[in-house]
Antibody
């Protein structure tokens, strides 16, 4: 069965960077986009971008250009998101989710459990 | 950039009622809309894709409709377990923008 297992909660200092992971199993990792979504406490969902692990292509929400960097390791079926120059505004739960146009029109049928990132000195 | 506007922001409904919530896209998205349900502390769950197609296992009391810029999610005979946030999302093409959500509370 499809599973997306995300790394654990992070407590990080302002100005630093953090890299969170999303390990995929139960499907061909290189055949689906991996999307990342931000959810601040009490707020809605914000789409960050996607990476296609098959060739490393990426697409970002303009708002996250320079903030988020998406990568993928085909050998371990793991997608990564690095967030840089962290501020309190980056404190949020971050989700990974699988998507593909030919699979439910690109709707996100599978989600990770979320990774809480807290930015605090 | 495309903007997805959901209304109302919240609604309070009794079990057994019929509820309708709306999602308006700032430009034509054809039928490229998904709806999600999210309960506190959980990941969102896909309910509807391509505006009106129910995802596997979603109860048939959930119905999506619309095309172009105006979309609706209807829940017939709301159940207690339907209390949640509901989000629409533009799919198929990026940016895959979400709406701000509608909170459904049960009286």
């Amino acid at each position: 069965q499809v599973q997306l297992q995300q790394s654990g909660a992070e407590l990080v200092k302002p100005g630093s960077s953090v890299k969170i992971s999303c390990k995929a199993s139960g499907y061909t990792f290189t055949s689906y986009d991996m999307h990342w979504i931000k959810q601040q406490p009490g707020n809605g969902l914000e789409w960050i971008g996607w990476i296609y692990p098959g060739n490393g292509n990426t697409k970002y929400n303009q708002k996250f250009n320079g903030k988020a960097t998406l990568t993928a390791d085909k050998s371990s079926s793991t997608a990564y998101m690095q967030l840089s120059s962290l501020t309190s505004e980056d404190s949020a739960v971050y989700f990974c989710a699988r998507g593909a146009r030919w699979d439910y029109g690109g709707g996100f049928a599978y989600w990770g459990q979320g990774t809480l990132v807290t930015v605090s000195s | 950039n495309i903007v997805m506007t959901q209304s109302p922001k919240s609604m309070s409904i009794s079990v057994g009622d019929r509820v309708t919530m709306n999602c308006k896209a700032s430009q034509n998205v054809y039928n490229n809309i998904a709806w999600y349900q999210q309960k506190p502390g959980q990941s969102p769950k896909l309910l509807i894709y391509y505006a009106s197609n129910r995802y596997n296992g979603v109860p048939d009391r959930f119905t999506g409709s619309g095309y172009g810029t105006d979309f609706t999610l209807t829940i017939n005979s709301v159940q207690a377990e339907d209390a949640a946030f509901y989000y629409c999302q533009r799919i198929y093409n990026s940016p895959n923008t979400f709406g701000a959500g509608t909170k459904l509370e049960l009286k």
